[in-house]
C-alpha cells in the first residue's frame, strides 16, 4: 500500500472550513464545500474525507456521508467509526452492525457506537452483550462506554449485571472518574440499591453538578424529601468554594420537584427568587418544575402567571396536567377544563386527571360523558383512568356503567391489574352485586393487597354478611397482611350489623393494642352504634363521654338513632341536644328526636320540635327513591304525583298491597310517625317511594330479573317488611340500598335478618323450615326472661318424633342479641302446616319452655 500525499495547507483549510460550519450549525454550507473542493482538483486523501463524512454525518445527511464512505479508495478505523456512529445514533441498527463487521480491528469507539445505538432503540440486553464481547476481544472501554453499558443496567433494573460492570470498573481503575462514578450512583439508586449508591457518592473525591444531582434525585426517589432539600443548601455551599460549580436546569428541577412533594411554597419562592435574581432561564425543565410546584402547593394563581409568561411551546404535559390538578383539588372546574381544552395533545395522565376532578367535584355525569370522549377520539386509557371511572359507577351505584368499564379494562387487558380490580370490587359492591364482588376478589387471589382485602370486608359487612367479613379479617392477618384504619372499619361495621358486640370489643382493643392504629371518629361512631343497636343504651352514652376524639355529629346521630329504636326519650333528647351545638342547622337531629317522641306517643312533643324546625326555617331531608332500567334513571319521592306513569304504578302498588295482605302482611303503622287514623296511615304507607319505584320496576323489567333499588334514607319497619313480602309474592330477588346498608330480599327473608329493627321491647323472631327456607317473622312480646336464658331453655329439648323441624332464630331482643334454636316437633294430626300454623306451634312451644 501507498502512503497517502502529504497534508497541504489548502487541505487543512477546508477541514477548518467544515468544522466551523459544524460549529455555527450551518448544516446548508457542506455541500457547497463540497462542491468547491471537488471543483478545486484537490487530492481527496483519508483526512479530507473523514472531515467530509463527519461534517455530513453529524448535520443528518447519512446517505450523502455513505456516499462518501462508499468513494473511498483508503479507509482507516475512523472512517468505519464515523459512519457506524452516524447510522447508530440514526436508529438504523442493522446498517450499523454491517459496517462494524466490516472494520478490520474495531476499537472502543467502534463497540462504544453499537452499544450507544443499541441503548437508543431500547434493547439494553443487546448492548450489555455487545460491552461482553467488548471485554472478550480485550479492547479497553472508555468512560463513555461504561457510562452507556450502566444506563442499560439502569434501565432494564438489572442490578446483577451492573454488579459485573462495577467490578470492571475497580479492575480498569476508573471509579475515579467523576462521570463513571455518576453513572454508577444513577445506576443502583434505579435498580433500589440505595446502600451502594449511597457508599459510592461517600467514595467519591470530586463532584460535579452531575454528581449533586445524582444525590438530590436519589433521596428524592427513595422519599427522603428533606434530606434532597439539604443536600441541595450543601450543594450552594460548596458553590461558594467553587467557583466552576454551578446549579443547572437539572438541580433546580428536582429541588423544584421535592419542595412540590412536601407542598412547602416557601422554599419553593426562595428558590423562584434565586432563578429571577441569577437571571436563569425559567424555559423547559425549569419552567415546568416552577409551574407544577406551585399548583401542587396552592399556588395556582402564580402557575397561571408563569404559564402566560413562559408560553406554551416549552412547557410538557405534567405543568399542564400539575396545573390542572391544582384548580381541580380547589374545586375550580371551570379553568381547570379550560386549562385541558387549550392542551393541544393531551396524554393520557391529564384526560385521567380531568375525569378525576369531575368525579371529585359530584360531577359524575360529566366525567362519564368525558370518558366517552376519551374512548372515542383520546389516548387509550390506562388503569388508573379505569379505576377512576369505576369510582364515578360507584357513585352512580350503576352496575350497567360499571359493567361497561369492566368490559372495556377487560378487552385492554387491565382488568387484572390490582387498582383495576379494586376499584372493580367497589363497584359491584356499591351497586348491590356483592356475588360479582366476590368473583373478582377470587381472580386477583395472588396479587391481593391490603385495599384488596380492605374493599371485600367492607362490602361483605355492608350486605350483611358479617360473620363472613370477620372471618376474612381473620385469613387477612393470618397471612400477616397488615390492615390499617379503614380496615377497622369495617370489621367494626361488620361487628354493629350482625350484633356482635364481644367480638367488636375485642378488635376495637386489638385495633391500638396490636397494630397501633389510634382511633378515629369513624371507629368510635361504629362502636357506639354497636352499642346502641343491640339496646346497650347506657354504654353506648359511657363510650360517647370518654372517646379518645371529640364527638362529632355522626357520633351524636348514631346514639340518636338507637334512642329510636329503642324509644328512650331521655337520652334522645341529650344527643339531639348536643347534635344542634355542633350544627344548630342539621334536620336530621329535628326530625329524629321529633320521630322519637311521635313513635313514644308524645305528640305534642313532636309537634313542638317540628314547629321549631319551621320557625328556624330548617328543613327536612326528603326520602327519595330510584333504579336505573337501561340507560335511564328514574326518581320517586313518598306520594309521588309527578311521574309520567304515576296512575299505573299506583294501580299496581294497590293490586301488590292487597296480596301480600292476603299472604299474611300486616301494615305497621306505628312507622307513620303523625296522630292520624289507621286508614290514613295505611294509605301513607303504601306509596313510600321505595314501594312505588319496586311497582314502576316490575312493570317495567323481564321476569325474574334482580330489582335494585337506591334509597337515601333509612328504610321504614313498614317498607322492609312489605319487600319481604313482595320478594315471595313476585319470585324476585330485590335489593336495596339505603342510607346505612344493603338489605337482599328473596322468599321472603332479608339478608340483615332483621336485626337492626325495632321490637317495642319484644323479641323479633325468624322462623324457618327444615331446608332454612323462611317462612314468616313474629315479633313475640317481652315476658321478662334474657334471650340468653331462653335459649339455655330451648336448647335440646324436643318431641320424640322428628319428621319436622323449625329453626327459631332469635334476632333482637330488649337488650340482648341471641342465636339459632332449633326444635322438633311431630307435624302430625290436626296441625296445619302453613305459616301460620307453624307461627302457632313455634309460639306455644316458645310459651311452654319459657
Not at 327473608?749 to 323479633?764: E, I, K, Q, V
Request: proline share 3%; hydrophobic share 45%; aromatic share 8%.
Amino acid at each position: 500500500m501507498q502512503n497517502p500525499p502529504p497534508r497541504t495547507s489548502q487541505v487543512d483549510l477546508y477541514a477548518s472550513i467544515l468544522q466551523t460550519s459544524l460549529n455555527t450549525k450551518n448544516p446548508s454550507a457542506i455541500k457547497p464545500i463540497h462542491a468547491c473542493i471537488v471543483k478545486s482538483g484537490l487530492h481527496l486523501g483519508v483526512f479530507l474525507m473523514n472531515n467530509l463524512m463527519n461534517a455530513y454525518a453529524k448535520t443528518g445527511f447519512v446517505s450523502d456521508a455513505r456516499r462518501v464512505f462508499d468513494g473511498m479508495s483508503v479507509k482507516n478505523v475512523s472512517s468505519y467509526n464515523t459512519l457506524l456512529s452516524a447510522c447508530a445514533k440514526k436508529g438504523m441498527i442493522r446498517e450499523a452492525l454491517c459496517i462494524f463487521n466490516e472494520v478490520p480491528e474495531p476499537d472502543s469507539v467502534s463497540w462504544t457506537a453499537m452499544i450507544v445505538g443499541y441503548n437508543q432503540m431500547g434493547r439494553f440486553g443487546v448492548a450489555f452483550r455487545m460491552f461482553l464481547e467488548m471485554m472478550k476481544c480485550k479492547v479497553v472501554p472508555t468512560e463513555y462506554t461504561l457510562t452507556n453499558v450502566l444506563a442499560s443496567c439502569a434501565a432494564i433494573e438489572a442490578l446483577d449485571v451492573g454488579r459485573k460492570v462495577h467490578s470492571f470498573v475497580v479492575k480498569l481503575g476508573l471509579s475515579g472518574y467523576v462521570s463513571v462514578a455518576n453513572s454508577l450512583v444513577n445506576m443502583y439508586a434505579k435498580v433500589g440499591d440505595v446502600g451502594t449508591a449511597v457508599a459510592v457518592l461517600d467514595r467519591m473525591k470530586l463532584k460535579n453538578v452531575s454528581t449533586w444531582n445524582a444525590i438530590i434525585s436519589l433521596h428524592m426517589q427513595t422519599g427522603q424529601v428533606e434530606r434532597a432539600l439539604a443536600q441541595f443548601d450543601e450543594m450552594k455551599e460548596q458553590m461558594l468554594k467553587e467557583s466552576k460549580l454551578r446549579l443547572d436546569r437539572y438541580t433546580l428541577a428536582s429541588v423544584l420537584s421535592s419542595c412540590a412533594n412536601l407542598e412547602d411554597i416557601e422554599i419553593g419562592k426562595q428558590i423562584h427568587a434565586h432563578i429571577i435574581r441569577t437571571e436563569l432561564d425559567t424555559s423547559g425543565a425549569v419552567g415546568n418544575a416552577l409551574i407544577s410546584m406551585y399548583s401542587k402547593c396552592g399556588g395556582v394563581e402564580i402557575a397561571q402567571k408563569l404559564l402566560q409568561k413562559c408560553g406554551t411551546s416549552t412547557l410538557n404535559i405534567i405543568a399542564f396536567t400539575a396545573l390542572l390538578d391544582g384548580y381541580i383539588k380547589r374545586g375550580d372546574i371551570n379553568p381547570a377544563r379550560q386549562i385541558f381544552d387549550s392542551l393541544q395533545e393531551c396524554d393520557v395522565v391529564a384526560w385521567t386527571a380531568m375525569v378525576v376532578g369531575y368525579a371529585q367535584n359530584g360531577l359524575n355525569n360529566d366525567a362519564m360523558e368525558l370518558f366517552r370522549s376519551m374512548i372515542k377520539d383520546g389516548p387509550v386509557p390506562n388503569n388508573y383512568t379505569l379505576a377512576a371511572m369505576l369510582s364515578v359507577s360507584s357513585n352512580l351505584a350503576s352496575i350497567n356503567y360499571g359493567e361497561q368499564i369492566h368490559s372495556i379494562a377487560i378487552k385492554l387487558g387491565e382488568a387484572s391489574s390490582v387498582s383495576v380490580s379494586n376499584a372493580l370490587i367497589n363497584m359491584y359492591a356499591k351497586a348491590g352485586s356483592i356475588n360479582c364482588a366476590r368473583k373478582v376478589f377470587i381472580l386477583i387471589q395472588q396479587r391481593r393487597d391490603s385495599v384488596s382485602w380492605t374493599s371485600m370486608i367492607m362490602a361483605l359487612a355492608q350486605h350483611g354478611f358479617g360473620e363472613e367479613a370477620l372471618q376474612l379479617f381473620e385469613n387477612m392477618l393470618a397471612l400477616e397482611i397488615t390492615p390499617d384504619h379503614i380496615s377497622y372499619v369495617g370489621v367494626l361495621s361488620a361487628c354493629t350489623h350482625v350484633g356482635l358486640v364481644e367480638r367488636g370489643r375485642r378488635y376495637f382493643k386489638m385495633m391500638k393494642d396490636v397494630h397501633g392504629i389510634e382511633p378515629t371518629s369513624s371507629h368510635c361512631a361504629c362502636m357506639i352504634d354497636l352499642f346502641g343497636r343491640a339496646g346497650l343504651l347506657a354504654e353506648a352514652q359511657d363510650f360517647i363521654e370518654t372517646m379518645p376524639v371529640e364527638p362529632d355529629v355522626i357520633a351524636w346521630g348514631s346514639l340518636l338513632a338507637s334512642c329510636k329504636v329503642h324509644k328512650n326519650v331521655e337520652l334522645a333528647a341529650i344527643a339531639a341536644e348536643r347534635m344542634l351545638s355542633i350544627e344548630p342547622n342539621n334536620s336530621g337531629a329535628y326530625s329524629a328526636l321529633a320521630n322519637v317522641y311521635s313513635a313514644c306517643g308524645k305528640w305534642e312533643e313532636a309537634a313542638k320540635i317540628r314547629k321549631w324546625m319551621k320557625d328556624r326555617q330548617v328543613k327536612k331531608e326528603q326520602g327519595i327513591s330510584w333504579l336505573q332500567i337501561k340507560s335511564e334513571v328514574h326518581i320517586f319521592g313518598a306520594d309521588d304525583a309527578l311521574h309520567p306513569h304515576r296512575d299505573a304504578i299506583y294501580q299496581m302498588i294497590a293490586k301488590i298491597w292487597e296480596e301480600i295482605k292476603k299472604m299474611g302482611f300486616v301494615p305497621d303503622t306505628a312507622s307513620v310517625l303523625h296522630d292520624l287514623d289507621l286508614e290514613l296511615k295505611e294509605q301513607i304507607l303504601k306509596h313510600h317511594s321505595e314501594k312505588l319505584a319496586i311497582a314502576f320496576a316490575l312493570m317495567n323489567t323481564p321476569d325474574n330479573s334482580t330489582l335494585r333499588i337506591m334509597k337515601n334514607l333509612r328504610v321504614c319497619n313498614d317498607c322492609h317488611s312489605a319487600i319481604k313480602f313482595i320478594s315471595k309474592l313476585v319470585n324476585r330477588e330485590i335489593i336495596v340500598r339505603d342510607a346505612t346498608r344493603f338489605h337482599h330480599f328473596k322468599d321472603g327473608s332479608c339478608s340483615c335478618r332483621d336485626y337492626w329493627l325495632p321490637t317495642s321491647g319484644g323479641y323479633l323472631i325468624n322462623i324457618y323450615d327444615d331446608s332454612q327456607q323462611f317462612l314468616l317473622m313474629a315479633n313475640l312480646p317481652r315476658i321478662g326472661r334474657p334471650v340468653g336464658s331462653i335459649g339455655s331453655h330451648l336448647k335440646g329439648k324436643c318431641y320424640s318424633h322428628t319428621t319436622g323441624i323449625i329453626i327459631l332464630n332469635i334476632v333482637k331482643a330488649y337488650s340482648i342479641v341471641g342465636g339459632s334454636l332449633e326444635i322438633q316437633w311431630n307435624w302430625g294430626g290436626s296441625v296445619d302446616r302453613n305459616m301460620w300454623g307453624v307461627l302457632a306451634v313455634a309460639y306455644c312451644l316458645w310459651l311452654q319452655f319459657v
